[in-house]
């Protein structure tokens, strides 16, 4: 299976702050990464898809980049809503897999 | 839009079957666009990709599952379900259902459900 490592495990940041995680893969996944937003006893909601791509109704401070093995999730002014876990996972390989997640927390 | 909503026992005993079947509304398990997933979460924990369905019949489930797992889909019912046989306390998790375009090679997961713990335990 390939594994997905996020850093940082969490985040404190405050309202208006840029905040950046990082998904690593152990092996190459072309442009096969997605990245999901979960709140306390919530499913996941996909954000981004295929590295780049916004999922339709997702603010456009969340946004993507990376290839290969190195990925990123930026949010560029982060919002009192957008305290969360964030996750990545790769679609590339069978079976699919998930990063750890990241805990964005208030600062 | 599809929304889905899972079902099924909430407290199963150990060596037993887990059984949940997932509602579909907005939309129809007979489409080919899509495959049918289930996923789970133990407490505290990450994700896992559980396997998948689609209308054809084709089937894909976790190697770490597979001797265990079974899915199918009702379309009569509109709605797909799970099997786990043997479980153990390992298996207890919040289950999702969800749905991901065939076009997205093994993602991307959207919708999903609201999730249904399953706790295993005598």
């Known amino acids: 299976d390939i594994q997905m490592t996020q850093s940082p495990s969490s985040v404190s940041a405050s309202v208006g702050d840029r905040v950046t995680i990082t998904c690593r893969a152990s092996?190459?996944?072309?442009?096969?990464l997605g990245w999901y937003q979960q709140k306390p006893g919530k499913a996941p909601k996909l954000l981004i898809y295929a590295v780049y791509s916004l999922q339709s109704g997702v603010p456009s401070r969340f946004s993507g980049s990376g290839s290969g093995t190195d990925f990123t999730l930026t949010i560029s002014s982060l919002q009192p809503e957008d305290f969360a876990t964030y996750y990545c996972?790769?679609?590339?390989?069978?079976?699919?897999?998930f990063g750890q997640g990241t805990k964005v927390e208030i600062k | 839009q599809v929304q889905l909503q899972e079902s099924g026992p909430g407290l199963v005993k150990p060596s037993e079957t887990l059984s949940l079947t997932c509602t579909v509304s907005g939309g129809s398990v007979s489409s080919g666009s899509y495959y049918w997933t289930w996923l789970r979460q133990p407490a505290g924990k990450g994700l896992e990709w559980i396997g998948r369905?689609?209308?054809?019949?084709?089937?894909n489930y976790n190697p770490a599952l597979q001797s265990r797992v079974t899915t199918s889909i009702d379309t009569s019912k509109n709605h797909f379900s799970l099997r786990l046989t043997s479980v153990t306390a390992a298996d207890t998790a919040v289950y999702y259902c969800?749905?991901?375009?065939?076009?997205?090679?093994?993602?991307?997961?959207?919708?999903w459900g609201p999730g249904t713990l399953v706790t295993v335990s005598s």
């Open positions: 092996q190459g996944i072309s442009n096969w």
């Open positions: 969800a749905t991901a375009p065939i076009a997205s090679n093994y993602g991307w997961f959207d919708p």
């Open positions: 996972q790769q679609a590339d390989s069978f079976p699919p897999t």
């Open positions: 369905h689609h209308p054809s019949g084709s089937t």
